[in-house]
């Protein structure tokens, strides 16, 4: 199974953009990268997904390298209510033709005032 | 419109009791999982339907798990003579279909204790 290694923790000021790296080396060539975050003990809220190419939303923008194997996740003017677990997926295809997430830890996002 | 709903939110039982823990999807989706989440863990998958098949159940811990989704839409995951190490977040979630790459989204959970 593709894994992904996410830093435990990181900080960010209010107003500035936080960076949040993802490794997923042993990533396949049709295999997307999902970012999800959770607040709390609420479900986890989607908020991006890319293959290849970089992408971008209303939320963040998605960073993948050329080969794949890494990405960023960029929330470019966070605010306190960003403070969050940050969950760096990738959606693995299965023989059974289950599309299946498979979850880290994530990273704790602390946005400070 | 509304997200996938849960219930119920809460669940406390005694240890043997047999649990049921309800999934309403969002309408219209076709794909519906269970997940499991430990404290500080990120969710972790039990099973997974398309439509009424359940085609994946190969994260079902043992054979006191069970999921049904009898007529493709709310879902149901049984689970017969619980323990203690069955106490965790269960979470739902649904997408609009197995082929794309639309994204799953997922409901609140429910909080399960066993006593």
């Known amino acids: 199974d593709a894994k992904t290694t996410q830093p435990t923790s990181m900080d960010c000021a209010e107003g500035r953009a936080a960076n949040l790296p993802c490794n997923h080396s042993?990533?396949?060539?049709?295999?997307?990268v999902y970012w999800y975050r959770q607040i709390h003990s609420q479900g986890p809220q989607y908020i991006i997904h890319?293959?290849?190419n970089n992408e971008t939303n209303e939320m963040a923008s998605l960073i993948i390298t050329e080969d794949r194997k890494s990405s960023t996740l960029i929330l470019p003017h966070a605010t306190l209510r960003d403070t969050a677990v940050y969950y760096c997926?990738?959606?693995?295809?299965?023989?059974?033709?289950?599309?299946?997430?498979?979850f880290g830890t994530g990273t704790r996002l602390k946005v400070l005032a | 419109g509304a997200g996938v709903s849960q219930s119920p939110r809460y669940k406390v039982t005694k240890r043997g009791q047999d649990v049921a823990l309800r999934c309403d999807p969002i309408?219209?989706?076709?794909?519906l999982y269970w997940y499991r989440q430990a404290l500080g863990q990120g969710p972790e998958f039990l099973t997974y339907f398309n439509y009424e098949a359940q085609q994946d159940k190969s994260g079902l811990p043992n054979d006191r798990f069970s999921a049904e989704r009898p007529e493709g839409s709310i879902s149901t995951l049984t689970i017969q003579r619980t323990e203690q190490r069955d106490s965790a977040m269960y979470r739902c979630a649904s997408s609009l279909a197995i082929g794309s790459n639309q994204p799953q989204h997922f409901g609140d959970g429910t909080r399960l204790s066993i006593l």
């Open positions: 042993t990533i396949s060539g049709n295999e997307y």
């Open positions: 997926i990738v959606r693995k295809y299965t023989t059974s033709g289950t599309y299946k997430y498979i």
């Open positions: 309408s219209g989706h076709v794909s």
């Open positions: 890319g293959l290849k």
